[in-house]
C-alpha cells in the first residue's frame, strides 16, 4: 500500500475475518472444561417448567427467536428498565406476549449454583429453546455455545426488527433475509407455531375478513373465543388439531387454509414458499431436520463473543 492511499480491499478482509472469527469461537464444547454439567442442569430445569405448563414449551423457542432478531442472540430480551436500558419486554411484539422469563432466570440460578460466572444468560436462552423443543416431542440438535450477554437493550430496535403478525409474505422474506436467513429458514422457523397460543387481538381481524384465505368453518370456531370487540387476551391455539405437540400439522392447517394469524397463511397464499410448505406437510422428517438447522442459523446471529458483552449473574441486569 502505497503512503497516502486507503487499501479498502484489506481492510475489508480484515473486517471479515474479525466476523467470522467472532462466530468460530462458539463451540458445542465450550463449557466441558469450565462448567460440565451445565447442560444437564439446564434441561432438568427446562423439562421440569414444560411439565407444569406444556404451552411453556413455545414461550422458550418464542423468547430465543426475539433475542436473537434484536442486536443478535445476547439476552438483551431478558433486561428490565435501567438507567441508560429501555427494556425490550416492552416493545409491542413482546409486551403481554414474550414469556417465561422465570424459567429462565431459574435455569440460571441453578447454573450459578454450580459454575458462578461462567455461563450466560444468552446460551441459556439456546439452550432452552432446544431442550424445551425436545420436551414435546420436537427435534433437537447440537447447540453452538460461548455467546456472552449484552449490557445494552433497545425497545427501538425490538419495535423495528421483530416480525409482525399482519405482515406480507415479502416484508417476512425480508425480515428474515436481514439476519441472514433464507426463505427454507423462514419456514421452517414458522414451524414453531405448531405448537403455543395466539392473542385473540392478534387474529380479530383475519377471523372476521370473510376472506377467501381462510376456512370458514375455522374461522366461525375461532369466533367463539374471540367476539368482534373485546377479551383481547383471550387465546386459541395456533394449531388446533394437535396443540401441544411439536409436529408437522402447521403445515397441513395452511394448505387447509387454517392458519391463525396473517402471518401463518400468508406462506402458503400462492407465493414462493408454497411449495416448501407443501413438502413440509408431506414429509415430517424433513421439517424435523429443517428446522434444527434453522434454530443453529437463528443462533449464530452476531454473538458477542471473547471479550466483548459480560456474564451477567442475574439475567435481569447489568452486574
Known amino acids: 500500500m502505497k503512503s497516502g492511499n486507503i487499501n479498502y480491499a484489506a481492510i475489508a478482509a480484515t473486517f471479515f475475518l474479525l466476523m467470522i472469527s467472532g462466530q468460530a469461537q462458539l463451540s458445542s464444547t465450550f463449557y466441558d472444561s469450565t462448567c460440565p454439567n451445565a447442560l444437564s442442569t439446564i434441561r432438568t430445569s427446562i423439562r421440569q417448567a414444560v411439565q407444569s405448563e406444556r404451552r411453556m414449551a413455545a414461550s422458550l423457542i418464542r423468547l430465543h427467536f426475539h433475542d436473537c432478531f434484536v442486536q443478535g442472540c445476547d439476552a438483551s430480551i431478558l433486561l428490565d428498565d435501567a438507567p441508560g436500558i429501555t427494556s425490550e419486554?416492552?416493545?409491542?411484539?413482546?409486551?403481554?406476549?414474550?414469556?417465561?422469563?422465570?424459567?429462565?432466570d431459574a435455569a440460571k440460578t441453578a447454573v450459578e449454583n454450580i459454575?458462578?460466572?461462567?455461563?450466560?444468560?444468552?446460551?441459556?436462552?439456546?439452550?432452552?429453546?432446544?431442550?424445551?423443543?425436545?420436551?414435546?416431542?420436537?427435534?433437537?440438535?447440537?447447540?453452538?455455545?460461548?455467546?456472552?450477554?449484552?449490557?445494552?437493550?433497545?425497545?427501538?430496535?425490538?419495535?423495528?426488527?421483530l416480525p409482525s403478525f399482519r405482515d406480507s409474505l415479502d416484508v417476512l422474506i425480508g425480515t428474515f433475509r436481514d439476519k441472514g436467513l433464507n426463505e427454507r429458514d423462514m419456514v421452517a422457523l414458522s414451524g414453531a407455531h405448531t405448537i403455543g397460543q395466539a392473542r385473540c387481538g392478534q387474529f380479530r381481524e383475519r377471523i372476521y375478513s370473510n376472506g377467501t384465505d381462510i376456512d370458514a368453518?375455522?374461522?366461525?370456531?375461532?369466533?367463539?373465543?374471540?367476539?368482534?370487540?373485546g377479551r383481547d387476551d383471550s387465546l386459541a391455539p395456533l394449531d388446533l388439531v394437535t396443540p401441544n405437540s411439536f409436529d408437522n400439522n402447521y403445515y397441513k392447517n395452511l394448505i387447509q387454509r387454517k392458519g391463525l394469524l396473517e402471518s401463518d397463511q400468508v406462506l402458503f397464499s400462492g407465493g414462493s414458499t408454497d411449495t416448501i410448505v407443501t413438502e413440509y406437510s408431506n414429509n415430517?422428517?424433513?421439517?424435523?431436520?429443517?428446522?434444527?438447522?434453522?434454530?443453529?442459523?437463528?443462533?449464530d446471529i452476531e454473538p458477542l463473543t471473547g471479550q466483548t458483552g459480560i456474564i451477567r449473574r442475574i439475567c435481569s441486569a447489568i452486574n
Request: proline residues 5%; charged residues 20%.
Open 89 to 104: 419486554k416492552t416493545a409491542a411484539p413482546n409486551d403481554r406476549s414474550a414469556r417465561g422469563y422465570e424459567v429462565i
Open 115 to 161: 459454575c458462578p460466572g461462567v455461563v450466560s444468560c444468552a446460551d441459556i436462552l439456546a439452550v432452552a429453546a432446544r431442550d424445551a423443543s425436545a420436551a414435546v416431542g420436537g427435534p433437537s440438535w447440537t447447540v453452538k455455545l460461548g455467546r456472552r450477554d449484552s449490557t445494552t437493550a433497545t425497545r427501538t430496535l425490538a419495535e423495528s426488527n
Open 217 to 229: 368453518g375455522f374461522a366461525s370456531t375461532r369466533q367463539r373465543q374471540c367476539p368482534t370487540s
Open 284 to 299: 415430517p422428517r424433513t421439517f424435523s431436520s429443517d428446522f434444527g438447522a434453522a434454530m443453529i442459523k437463528m443462533g
